[in-house]
């Protein structure tokens, strides 16, 4: 068993849609701002009881379902998310209960909107050294929880949802390579700062973020990952069938886009649908990508993100 294959996936959207009129109904904003600076037009928000598992769940299910598998099959859950139900236990085990399974191991992992390509890779890591043959990778989020609505230039850019994928051990091509990478230097950029102390929550705990230096940041970073990656495996820009980009912003996108000079109908975008989903990004615009039917088995993929930390990162893809 060389690879770690992707078996199935699954994504969830919460039920309530939300346009950028609606939004304006109660931020000092307006459609023509939001679409013009981001590409946003709607995001899905959580019931106020509805919490990252449950959106979890529901995307695992449905990556199972794709798989042909079951809760039993699998042996260990990683769960991507900044916003995770409690401060412990994990989300994962957590997840783990409500699909009615236990004894496999279970775990989060934090970097923020890059969350899920270090979910991803550290699954494939533990495919690759046998210590696991069926893992469930989930990216998770409740942003809408943590946004201050005061704050019109963070409030906007966010939605919440889940994605998952089934990654099983297989002789077929699989995770083709990986790099993960963080600075935690650019600390300030970007963060939720609040902790709990005393039985009070200290600090911010809403975003809090500098938009135009994380957009600088992000463009240079995402570029230089996406090539790297490809070069370290020895692959170029032009054998990629496509790009599924963390869904932050369209003109981020547009611009790792033309950096790699592929062309847009190679890129799957979600971002006008979902807003920026955090750890969810990536894992819901593959479910689109795949049950669209625009993905298709024998593809090379290249998944790429960045978030807080700053944390990023880069995986290339058979599926
Ligand atoms: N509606 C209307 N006006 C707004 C809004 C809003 N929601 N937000 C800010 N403005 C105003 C500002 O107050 C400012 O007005 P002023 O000139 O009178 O002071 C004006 O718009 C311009 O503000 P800027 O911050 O300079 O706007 P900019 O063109 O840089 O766009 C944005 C802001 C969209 C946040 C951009 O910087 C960006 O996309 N940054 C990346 C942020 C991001 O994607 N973060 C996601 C998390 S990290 C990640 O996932 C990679």
Request: hydrophobic letters at 45%; charged letters at 20%.
């Amino acid at each position: 068993m060389h690879y770690a294959k992707i078996l199935g996936s699954g994504s969830y959207l919460p039920a309530k849609r939300v346009s950028n009129d609606d939004l304006a109904q109660f931020v000092d904003t307006s459609d023509e701002w939001i679409q013009s600076r981001t590409g946003i037009q709607f995001r899905h928000f959580a019931a106020e009881n509805e919490l990252t598992s449950d959106l979890a769940v529901i995307a695992a299910q449905r990556a199972l379902e794709a798989a042909n598998l079951t809760g039993d099959d699998i042996d260990l859950i990683i769960v991507a998310t900044a916003t995770p139900d409690m401060q412990f236990p994990s989300t994962a085990t957590i997840v783990q209960q409500k699909l009615g399974i236990s004894g496999c191991a279970a775990f989060d992992v934090q970097a923020v909107c890059a969350g899920f390509m270090y979910a991803l890779t550290t699954a494939n890591a533990y495919i690759k050294s046998g210590m696991a043959k069926t893992v469930l990778v989930i990216g998770a989020e409740t942003f809408s929880h943590i946004l201050d609505w005061q704050d019109r230039t963070t409030c906007v850019l966010f939605g919440d949802g889940a994605g998952a994928v089934v990654l099983g051990a297989s002789d077929e091509a699989g995770i083709i390579h990986s790099k993960l990478q963080a600075d935690g230097s650019y600390l300030d950029l970007l963060k939720v700062p609040a902790h709990i102390a005393g039985g009070q929550i200290c600090g911010n705990p809403y975003v809090e973020m500098d938009g135009p230096g994380v957009f600088k940041f992000a463009v240079k970073t995402l570029a230089k990952v996406a090539e790297d990656v490809l070069a370290e495996a020895g692959y170029e820009a032009k054998q990629v069938d496509w790009l599924v980009p963390h869904q932050a912003n369209k003109r981020i996108i547009d611009s790792t886009v033309k950096h790699l000079g592929l062309s847009m109908d190679k890129v799957i975008v979600t971002v006008q649908d979902h807003g920026n989903t955090s750890a969810a990004s990536i894992p819901l615009a593959l479910d689109v990508g795949i049950r669209s039917g625009n993905i298709q088995r024998g593809q090379t993929l290249l998944l790429e993100g960045i978030g807080g930390g700053f944390a990023w990162g880069a995986v290339l893809v058979k599926y």
